[in-house]
């Protein structure tokens, strides 16, 4: 009898693969490869550096995204302090207070948008 009958010799002798499962492949091993962190040019830390003490002094809520190395990290709050010297934030959200390094933010932007 052929090797390819017996046990699971069937399917390991095919060579063929369906084109969305070759996607999907492609999509999985996107998914376990870590990120590198996105460089933010200068007008763009201008901006959300302006976005953060605005939400500090007026009150405004925002959502900041963080740098995670498999998904974006996303928590809308208002922003209670910024420590310059330490570089975090302590964000007011619906489920208590958190502290954010501000190293790790990617994006700010106002919660209503």
Do not use: C, W
């Amino acid at each position: 009898m052929s090797k390819k009958l017996q046990q699971n010799g069937l399917f390991e002798s095919s060579r063929m693969m369906l084109p969305e499962h070759r996607e999907a492949y492609i999509l999985h091993q996107e998914r376990l490869a870590p990120r590198t962190r996105p460089s933010l040019d200068a007008q763009a830390a201008e901006e959300m550096s302006r976005l953060l003490s605005n939400s500090m002094m007026l009150e405004d809520a925002v959502t900041i995204t963080l740098f995670h190395e498999h998904d974006d990290i996303r928590f809308t709050g208002q922003v209670l302090k910024l420590d310059p010297t330490v570089r975090t934030l302590r964000l007011l959200t619906s489920n208590g207070t958190r502290d954010v390094q501000m190293s790790l933010i990617t994006n700010v932007t106002l919660a209503n948008e």
